[in-house]
């Protein structure tokens, strides 16, 4: 393998952890000790175990309405997986047939579908995700769609740039001279080879996902209350920084590591697949 | 040169052309502005006379065209907040804010990502290498707005070091410019640490050591020169980022920018403002990015003449 040592043990650390937070994702009902939306008001703003006040009732401590703040922690990881994972299997799928359609069919329709994603690279993402949700209201649904209207030109980008480099390929020639579809060109000889490239950015943009979807339901435009979120729990504990620190300090603690997995695990990817792209 | 610059000014109007367009189908579907500018004790009759002085009766094309000439000379309507003050004005207002924390991150991650991006390719595979890149990757993995509430804990409240908020002294910059500041060096340290590994194995470095020049030199003037690209073309993507950063720093450290402006106008409803933010912003970025651009055809003539 052409990984450096440093690199190996990275990427298993990023690996692992991305695999228990899955799986805590996936079984966060068996895992969590108590509901995440239950809290009872005389246990309110119990520390962390560790901590004079603390118990192990309560690992992590409760927040202000006295929910268990391990399990909240818990099932907001699941909230945080499924958006990542829809909104980039949307549009990614949805940003590389255009970019591929844009760079393999050239002429007009490539120029249109250029200028679409100047537009969306050029409209600051956080000001459409927060007019999307005053107009549409917030809800899981609309963050998955507007976090997808925002992702999807950087694969298109990506598509485009490597199937320009593919279109020009002997064995693209001889599927054209041979008589193939367009469509089946597209589809079975340049798709498979930009797959590994748009993969990366996929791995990559899990972190970026996280952390806007976070920053949104921060500023309270993002997954609505009750449901547990990373973001909202920052938010929620922002008064409570002097004296009840864990509140914020826990949740952005999760996102760190959640992140720094998913970023170590595409670098890992990007060396092994794309030794000559810059980080 | 001067081609190039041509061919890429008219693509950046019709970008800005196309936001003008979204800006305006948003701002019409967020309801009837009528009805939020009157009180619910308006007649009918009152309604209908607003809406033909707003020129709302009117076919959409046809308003999207007087906003549009509006726009261009500069009135893009009145908040539908407070004292109703032209929105223009407002954004003109909070930009500098803005600017200042967000060009004063810029330039402190450049301080500081470059040349520990130097370092880290000279020390290679060294403790010191290690070290600071777990630390950058830490800068990039940590939400800004996380970072900014975590620095406010330890430097405000357990150290009493920095004030927690506001806009005016030195010390309130600190702790802004610092949570913005974080995830740039991380990218810049990288990036830079990345170019200057290619460049130090390349034939034209070897020569220069060969040729006497001292060390410092060959390293920091020529090795560096030729990393700085992919440094650029970052810096021309991050400002989505940048907008993005300010809105949540700015709303935690009480910092009166326009990302804090935005939202306030989101929140309320503030149609007029909000457009007025997007216009500038999406103008600005254009700006930067044909700023960006040329740069980049002036420092690498090879792109001159693709």
């Known amino acids: 393998m052409r990984l450096s040592l440093a690199t190996k043990i990275t990427s298993i650390i ?3 952890i991305i695999i228990i937070l899955v799986l805590t994702a996936l079984f966060a009902p068996l895992l969590a000790p108590y509901e995440p939306t239950a809290g009872s008001l005389r246990d309110r703003l119990a520390p962390p175990f560790w901590q004079e006040g603390g118990s192990m009732a309560h690992l992590l401590g409760t927040d202000k309405l006295g929910r268990d703040i391990l399990s909240r922690l818990i099932y907001g990881a699941r909230t945080s997986l499924t958006v990542a994972v829809i909104a980039i299997l949307l549009s990614g799928s949805f940003g590389s047939t255009l970019g591929i359609a844009a760079g393999y069919l050239s002429g007009w329709g490539d120029t249109i579908i250029m200028r679409i994603v100047d537009v969306a690279f050029s409209f600051p993402a ?4 927060m007019v999307f949700a005053v107009v549409f209201g917030a809800s899981f649904f609309n963050i998955i769609i507007v976090i997808s209207l925002i992702l999807w030109a950087e694969y298109a980008r990506m598509a485009r740039g490597e199937t320009l480099k593919i279109k020009e390929m002997d ?10 579809s367009k469509a089946k060109i597209m589809f079975r000889h340049i798709l498979p080879n930009v797959a590994t490239t748009l993969i990366v950015l996929a791995t990559l943009q899990v972190g970026i996902v996280i952390i806007l979807e976070s920053a949104l339901s921060f500023l309270g435009v993002g997954i609505p209350p009750p449901t547990p979120d990373w973001g909202t729990m920052i938010a929620e504990g922002r008064s409570y920084v002097a004296t009840a620190w864990w ?3 826990v949740p952005g603690m999760a996102i760190v590591v959640t992140v720094l997995s998913f970023n170590l695990l595409g670098d890992a990817l990007t060396e092994l697949l ?3 792209r810059q980080p | 040169m001067q081609r190039y610059i041509i061919r890429r000014f008219p693509q950046a109007i019709v970008t800005l052309f196309l936001v003008s367009l979204i800006v305006f189908i948003l701002g019409r579907l967020t309801g009837d502005p009528v009805a939020l500018l009157l009180s619910e004790t308006a007649t009918q ?8 002085q707003l020129g709302l009766d009117k076919p959409l094309p046809e308003q999207y065209a007087i906003f549009l000439r509006n726009a261009i000379q500069g009135n893009l309507g009145r908040s539908v907040r407070g004292e109703r003050a032209p929105a223009l004005e407002l954004v003109f207002e909070r930009l500098p804010a803005s600017i200042k924390l967000a060009g004063l991150s810029v330039l402190v991650s450049l301080l500081v990502g470059l040349p520990l991006g130097v370092i880290t390719a000279v020390t290679k595979g060294s403790f010191v290498d290690a070290i ?7 800068g990039q993995a940590a939400p800004v707005f996380w970072l900014g509430i975590a620095a406010i804990y330890l430097f405000s409240v357990k150290l009493g070091w920095l004030p927690t908020s506001g806009y005016g002294t030195p010390a309130q910059y600190v702790l802004p410019v610092f949570s913005m500041s974080c995830f ?4 810049f340290l990288r990036l830079t640490r990345a170019g200057m590994l290619e460049s130090l194995d390349s034939e034209y470095i070897k020569l220069a050591r060969i040729k006497g020049l001292p060390e410092t030199k060959v390293v920091w003037k020529h090795a560096l020169r030729n990393s700085l690209i992919p440094v650029l073309t970052y810096m021309g993507t991050i400002f989505g980022r940048l907008i993005a950063g300010a809105v949540v720093i700015e709303t935690i450290f009480a910092w009166p920018g326009i990302g804090r402006l935005a939202f306030d106008a989101v929140l309320s409803r503030d149609y007029p403002v909000l457009q007025a933010v997007i216009l500038v912003i999406a103008t600005l970025f254009l700006v930067i990015s044909l700023v960006v651009d040329v740069l980049y055809a002036y420092i690498d003539p090879r792109i001159r003449y693709s």
Do not use: F, H
């Open chain 1, 14 to 16: 990023g690996l692992a």
């Open chain 1, 126 to 129: 956080i000001l459409l995700a």
């Open chain 1, 171 to 180: 064995y693209v020639a001889l599927a054209q001279v041979a008589g193939v």
């Open chain 1, 247 to 249: 509140l914020s300090m």
């Open chain 1, 274 to 276: 794309n030794p000559t």
């Open chain 2, 45 to 52: 009759e009152d309604k209908l006379l607003l809406t033909k």
């Open chain 2, 132 to 138: 600071t890149r777990v630390i950058a990757l830490l």
């Open chain 2, 184 to 187: 740039m060096v991380a990218a």
